[in-house]
């Protein structure tokens, strides 16, 4: 579990909870049984904090639905490979994209279609 300098512990929350526990008991301990753990939280944490970046959201557009060697992403975004290149090494890390070699060329995509959703829900929530 990580432990982090503003979060209560575990048995911390549990008294919380079972001290809420009024009307309903067993619903806030469904609730609380029901959300992810702490180390599952923070990760999803970190993910979002990728998609935070909107040179790295133009680049996922980009690479919505087809493949996009690296000098075409800086092409269409109107920046240099170098930067791309460093933005695209932190969305693999993150499981974002993906490559394969094509003779000396990288050629990106994006990770799988989970990525895909995760963009179009975006928009679809904001549009809203």
């Known amino acids: 579990m990580n432990n982090h300098s503003n979060e209560i512990t575990e048995s911390e929350a549990r008294a919380a909870v079972e001290a ?11 609730i609380y049984d029901e959300l992810p753990d702490e180390d599952t939280l923070f990760d999803l944490a970190e993910l979002f904090k990728i998609f935070g970046d909107s040179t790295r959201i ?15 992403i800086a092409t269409v975004l109107n920046m240099t490979q170098s930067a791309i ?13 993906r490559f394969r070699r094509e003779g000396k060329s990288l050629i990106y995509t994006l990770s799988d279609e989970h990525v895909s959703k995760i963009l179009n829900m975006g928009l679809e929530h904001i549009e809203e």
């Open 20 to 30: 809420a526990e009024t009307e309903s008991p067993s619903a806030l301990q469904m």
């Open 58 to 72: 133009k680049i996922l557009f980009a690479l919505l639905g087809r493949e996009l060697p690296v000098g075409d």
């Open 85 to 97: 290149s460093h933005q695209l090494r932190v969305l693999k890390a993150n499981g974002l994209v």
